[in-house]
């Protein structure tokens, strides 16, 4: 598991940045934030993938580098999941992609209570592929397992990665249970979650701050 902010770098004062009242209220910061920190991410992810040497042809001789095998597939879930997965895809540009629509579904009348919804999924062949699948928000872990065993009807990828800006302890010991193949990727991990299953001290809802509230 790898967490940013238990060392210095720039991750830390753009998660703080996603935090701050006095900042979040900028929709357009707080997206950009967001799609930096994939971005890092991407970068660190990228590192322990496989690679290949070619030779590219200069002006004035040959070089030789190493580029990607293949390029991942990288899966969020909407809306929240946007500006990070865009962060991702600056990086990862040739990357095939998937999109999943979950949400909590709430009983009547009891806000505490729920189920997690999901009602889309689109998705290229996973089958020997690696997965990147990020969410902003770590919190109960739910939605991540149900996204993730939605896409496996898609094929079953090689490797998997799940990246998240925050995460609760209970949220990692979920996914840790549930999914014990896949590799966690974290901006910070924070103290717990409330009676309603937000994190705390967390930065509030990452799709109302990204793109306006709901009704």
């Given at each position: 598991?790898?967490?940013?902010?238990?060392?210095?770098?720039?991750?830390?004062?753009?998660?703080?940045?996603?935090?701050?009242?006095?900042?979040?209220?900028?929709?357009?910061?707080?997206?950009?934030?967001?799609?930096?920190?994939?971005?890092?991410?991407?970068?660190e992810i990228s590192k322990t993938l496989s690679y290949q040497t070619v030779a590219v042809q200069?002006?004035?001789?040959?070089?030789?580098?190493?580029?990607?095998?293949?390029?991942?597939?990288?899966?969020?879930?909407?809306?929240?999941?946007?500006?990070?997965?865009?962060?991702?895809?600056?990086?990862?540009?040739?990357?095939?992609?998937?999109?999943?629509?979950?949400?909590?579904?709430?009983?009547?009348?009891?806000?505490?209570?729920?189920?997690?919804?999901?009602?889309?999924?689109?998705?290229?062949?996973?089958?020997?592929?690696?997965?990147?699948?990020?969410?902003?928000?770590?919190?109960?872990?739910?939605?991540?397992?149900?996204?993730?065993?939605?896409?496996?009807?898609?094929?079953?990828?090689?490797?998997?990665?799940?990246?998240?800006?925050?995460?609760?302890?209970?949220?990692?010991?979920?996914?840790?249970?549930?999914?014990?193949?896949?590799?966690?990727?974290?901006?910070?991990?924070?103290?717990?979650?409330?009676?309603?299953?937000?994190?705390?001290?967390?930065?509030?809802?990452?799709?109302?701050?990204?793109?306006?509230?709901?009704?």
């Amino acid at each position: 598991m790898f967490v940013f902010t238990q060392q210095p770098s720039l991750a830390n004062q753009y998660i703080a940045e996603l935090r701050d009242v006095s900042i979040q209220q900028d929709r357009m910061r707080f997206r950009r934030n967001l799609e930096r920190l994939g971005e890092l991410m991407a970068y660190e992810i990228s590192k322990t993938l496989s690679y290949q040497t070619v030779a590219v042809q200069t002006p004035l001789g040959v070089s030789h580098t190493q580029v990607l095998r293949k390029q991942p597939v990288l899966a969020t879930i909407m809306r929240a999941g946007l500006p990070f997965h865009q962060g991702f895809i600056n990086y990862f540009d040739q990357a095939e992609n998937a999109f999943a629509g979950a949400y909590r579904g709430y009983s009547s009348g009891d806000n505490d209570e729920f189920e997690i919804a999901m009602d889309y999924i689109v998705s290229p062949d996973l089958s020997g592929k690696t997965l990147i699948l990020c969410d902003p928000m770590l919190a109960t872990g739910r939605s991540l397992e149900k996204v993730y065993h939605a896409l496996l009807r898609y094929g079953i990828p090689a490797q998997t990665h799940i990246a998240a800006v925050i995460a609760s302890p209970e949220g990692i010991r979920h996914v840790q249970e549930q999914l014990p193949q896949c590799h966690l990727w974290l901006g910070a991990i924070d103290d717990h979650l409330n009676e309603h299953s937000y994190i705390i001290p967390g930065l509030g809802d990452s799709g109302d701050l990204s793109y306006g509230g709901k009704v």
